[in-house]
Nanobody, 124 residues
Framework: QVQLVESGGGLVQPGGSLRLSCAVS????????MGWYRQAPGKQRELVAS???????NYADSVKGRFTISRDNAKNTGYLHMNSLKPEDTAVFYC??????????????????WGQGTQVTVSS
């Protein structure tokens, strides 16, 4: 069974920083992409940032220049470094991992996994 375990959320003052971690464990083929999503109360879940196994990154406009996504492929762990946090960043943050490979019959397989979510609250 594949598990994504997130850590690093919490309460921080505006302008502060946090680092989220997402460790993937279990039987996997290859984590081809990892991403961080967030969901604020009353809003839909949105993509914050994503990174491929090759290191290509993508960010939501609202976090560009403030957040940095990274990953350690050897550890199957992803990170989200968040700086200059704002009250509007308050949300539950979810880690996502895309696991891709081939079956014993040579058929391509792609599976999507999610973490349990970690609360980030930005408030004075």
């Amino acid at each position: 069974q594949v598990q994504l375990v997130e850590s690093g959320g919490g309460l921080v003052q505006p302008g502060g920083s946090l680092r989220l971690s997402c460790a993937v464990s279990g039987r996997i083929f290859s984590i081809t992409a990892m991403g961080w999503y967030r969901q604020a109360p009353g809003k839909q879940r949105e993509l914050v940032a994503s990174i491929t196994s090759g290191g290509s990154t993508n960010y939501a406009d609202s976090v560009k220049g403030r957040f940095t996504i990274s990953r350690d492929n050897a550890k199957n762990t992803g990170y989200l470094h968040m700086n200059s946090l704002k009250p509007e960043d308050t949300a539950v943050f979810y880690c996502n991992a895309v696991d891709s490979g081939y079956s014993d019959y040579g058929e391509p397989i792609s599976r999507d996994y999610w973490g349990q979510g970690t609360q980030v609250t930005v408030s004075s």
